[in-house]
């Protein structure tokens, strides 16, 4: 049995949605102890795998894989609340946009024991969208498992909890549980109509009583603004704005959702419908935000959020768009980005919105101000946008017409584990690898830390990185020899200053995670401001 929890004020059986394929045996009010209760129970149909394709392509034999899988869900009124209990395939019948998604992370915030986590399970709220699933067999304290509070989402927890006030409680003489905590708490719960609804209405309480005095509080800096708060309609105007590229469009980018995850390396096209009225949408693989805020800047700013959510993305196996690997996917999870109004941080990730606590959003800014402050010396000078794609290139060859300076940018490192990367984009007198980048979209500073980062692991851990850069410092400069490892990387930036006023939180968070990284290899980071004329048609940028 699974438990979910809704916010109650419907009837019963209106948390439950109707889909094709599933046949109910059983519908019909109850009452569990004196609360009110509805039961749904029968069998739904599973589709035949997507691989059966391809073995009856190979095979030349017809299969018939589809079969079908029972279920059962009881929801129950507890308090002002719903509890859905749900076996089987049930949980796929629950409505997910009143689905209370914290209900077993807050449960497990509250009564895991913080030295003995065996697993947390997060995401980035970055563009890279990463997601991670760390895990410590005989557990262990918070720290081994590295958790930003600032710039990512924790999902799942597992871990032993402490049960006071439940039937598990009373029956093992006070004994830990191990407990899942994700959007359900995996914990058990009495099998009678007593000791059912006496545990539900613990697991309620425990949630209700707040985290005050839990120590793993913090994994709640990042949590869903719920769909009622009146910070909504501020957030949703100025990213309607951003979608047809006004001011705050520097702010938003694309991203893979987390249901495309296990299909990323299969995906060679994304089938996108009517957008806006003006047909299929040509969606790259690589994701390009330009090609949404062209296509919504023909849509009226009102309608452009109805379009967001109404639009749908599917991943394809084949070139054509033809073969899908995934159910089609609302446009709006694609997307990333981030805005502050009123004091409030908020950031819109897999088609929801986050807020993240300002006592984290501080602690990033105070680290990121000390990060920042350590300044280069190396000279650069003005930038002045030409307008043309190659115009970063031709400002590292203005660079590198000073003593001293090399111009290495497209000259293309290639390992076994890195088949095409940048060394950098210049390399400074004094040996400093520098890379460049005009911080427009949200999406330039995550490309330069990725930049710095693999060409400073690349050189650390892999020799034949090292000879290739010392070649072609060699071929540039003839006598002059490079280090073994780099020591310094120096990130420049035009467009923005690198201050924590100029960059938005969720790049504070990566270039912290960029530091930490290069620190393990030995290697510091500078910071140079390239003087720069603004470019004619951008709007406020930001990193």
């Known amino acids: 049995m699974s438990l979910y929890r809704f916010h109650g004020g419907l009837p019963l059986r209106e948390y439950v949605t109707r889909c094709d394929g599933i046949t109910v045996e059983h519908d019909r009010p109850l009452t569990i102890n004196g609360a009110r209760a509805h039961l749904i129970a029968g069998t739904r149909t599973v589709d035949a795998p997507t691989w059966s394709r391809q073995v009856m392509s190979l095979s030349g034999t017809p299969l018939r894989l589809m079969r079908s ?12 609340w719903v509890v859905a209990a749900a076996w089987g395939g049930g ?50 304290t918070v720290p081994g498992f590295r958790i930003d509070p600032a710039g990512e989402l924790v999902n799942h927890l597992s871990g032993m909890a402490d049960m006071a006030g439940t039937t598990y409680h009373r029956a093992t003489g006070g004994r830990q549980c191990r ?47 719920r769909a009622d708060d009146p910070l909504l309609p501020s957030l949703e105007a100025r990213l309607a704005d951003a979608l047809g590229g006004g001011p705050p469009h520097s702010r938003l980018a694309m991203c893979r959702p987390a249901a495309t995850a296990p299909h990323v390396e299969a995906t060679n096209s994304l089938r996108v419908d009517d957008v806006g009225g003006s047909g299929p949408l040509d969606l790259d693989v690589d994701l390009d935000v330009g090609t949404i805020t062209e296509r919504f800047a023909r ?14 993305v599917t ?5 054509r768009g033809e073969e899908p690997l995934t159910r089609p996917i609302s446009l709006d999870r694609w997307l990333v980005f981030e805005t502050t109004t009123e004091d409030r941080t908020a950031c819109l990730h897999q088609g929801r919105w986050y807020e993240i606590g300002q006592d984290a959003v501080q602690r990033v800014r105070d680290r990121v101000a000390e990060l920042v402050s350590n300044k280069s010396g190396l000279s650069f000078p003005v930038w002045a946008p030409t307008g043309e794609q190659d115009d970063e290139h031709r400002y590292c060859a203005l660079v590198a017409e000073q003593p ?28 400093e690898l520098v890379h460049v980048k005009w911080l427009g979209r949200a999406t330039a500073a995550s490309h330069l830390f990725t930049q710095a980062r693999v060409s400073a692991w690349a050189q650390r851990l892999e020799p034949d990185a090292v000879r290739q850069l010392d070649a072609k410092v060699n071929r540039l400069d003839p006598g002059r020899r490079v280090p073994d490892r780099p020591r310094t990387v120096v990130p420049a930036a035009a467009g923005r200053r690198w201050a924590v006023k100029e960059l938005f939180t969720l ?4 270039l912290l995670r960029l530091n930490e ?25 930001a990193a």
């Open 69 to 80: 899988a029972p279920f059962a869900i009881i929801l129950v009124q507890v308090g002002d």
């Open 91 to 140: 949980r796929h019948l629950l409505d997910d946009v009143r689905l209370d998604e914290d209900f077993g992370l807050l449960f497990g915030i509250r009564r895991l024991d913080p030295t003995e986590l065996r697993v947390v399970s997060s995401s980035l709220l970055d563009v890279s969208a990463r997601a991670v699933q760390t895990s410590f067999p005989s557990g262990s």
């Open 179 to 225: 407990v899942r905590a994700g959007s359900s708490p995996g914990i058990q719960v009495g099998h009678s109509p007593e000791t059912f609804l006496a545990d539900l209405e613990v697991i309620c309480r425990v949630i209700d009583q707040g985290d005050e005095n839990s120590p793993l509080r913090f994994l709640s800096q990042v949590r869903p603004i």
């Open 299 to 312: 849509i009226p700013v009102f309608a452009r959020m109805n379009e967001l959510r109404r639009a749908r």
């Open 315 to 319: 991943p394809c196996s084949d070139g």
């Open 404 to 431: 001293g300076y090399l111009c290495l940018d497209r000259d293309f490192g290639r390992t076994p584990m890195h088949p095409r990367f940048e060394f950098a984009d210049v390399i400074g007198p004094n040996d």
């Open 507 to 510: 790049s504070q968070v990566e």
């Open 517 to 541: 990284d290069l620190h393990q290899h030995g290697v510091r980071l500078q910071f140079a401001d390239i003087p720069f004329v603004p470019k004619a048609k951008a709007g406020r940028p």
